[in-house]
């Protein structure tokens, strides 16, 4: 497995429990989808698997790890190219190799013009394709992604799709994390659907349509039905 999780309860106090009885594995070399209306407890079970939240119960089995937040997060003070500098003090990369993939994944996302300039002054899509090359940037055993295509224009979220699906290739696991629930329905291998902080469903999309009772039902419609009615959690 690239990720187990086995999660009984999570949340931000010991009174205050958002997610419940969550259990789900991603496996190398595929691409799953975590979907879930706002405050359903997504962030709450991303920040779980990374050890963020303290107050859990349960067990999480984690390899070696890449995480794009849904808010991108910068040192101030630092430029585009002293992030990159930094990044690749902590990575056991030979600074060629390294140089090398730092040049083509800025120029896939448009940065190369921008690189001596202030990561915190940019645009929210511009950060966001910030985030995107420091995860690819690792060649991680599995890659968090937290609502990736937020502020993305459609060059820079076709790149993004390129990536996801080499490294998929590579055989990491992703377990992504995206309300853009067309695109997800292309690109993902399986789903989990959460609902309420529960696990309302997860197969493909195939058995999605199958419990829903929709043949031909896009992903959106699947979930309305599915958490209409919670006697479906499994």
């Known amino acids: 497995m690239a990720l187990e999780v086995d999660l ?4 931000y106090n010991a009174h205050q429990n958002v997610l419940h009885d969550i259990q789900f594995a991603v496996e190398p070399g595929e691409v799953v989808g975590l979907i879930a209306p706002n405050g359903a407890g997504k ?3 991303i920040k779980s698997i990374l050890g963020i ?3 859990v119960e349960g067990e999480m089995r984690l390899k070696d790890y890449a ?3 849904e808010r991108p997060i910068f040192y101030e003070g630092l430029t585009l190219k002293e992030h990159l500098d930094f990044l690749s003090s902590t990575l056991d990369i030979s600074s060629e190799r390294f140089n090398e993939k730092v040049e083509k994944l800025v120029r896939d996302f448009y940065l190369a013009d921008v690189m001596l300039q202030y990561p915190e002054s940019f645009s929210k899509g511009m950060q966001q394709k910030v985030m995107l090359v420091i995860a690819f940037l690792k060649e991680a055993a599995v ?3 937290d609502e990736p295509f937020m502020g993305l224009d459609p060059k820079s979220m076709k790149k993004l799709l390129q990536y996801v699906e080499r490294k998929k290739n590579d055989g990491a696991g992703i377990l992504m994390t995206t309300h853009v629930l067309d695109t997800a329905e292309k690109v993902c291998d399986r789903f989990i659907l959460l609902f309420n902080g529960s696990i309302v469903f997860q197969g493909t999309i195939k058995d ?5 009772g929709l043949k031909q039902g896009s ?4 979930f309305d039905v599915l958490t209409e009615d919670t006697s479906y959690v499994r």
Do not use: E, M, N, V
């Open 8 to 11: 009984q309860s999570s949340g």
């Open 43 to 45: 962030s709450t079970l």
């Open 53 to 55: 939240i303290k107050d």
């Open 67 to 69: 995480y794009i937040p």
């Open 143 to 145: 890659y968090l992604i």
């Open 208 to 212: 999605i349509r199958k419990a829903s």
């Open 219 to 222: 992903l959106f419609d699947c």
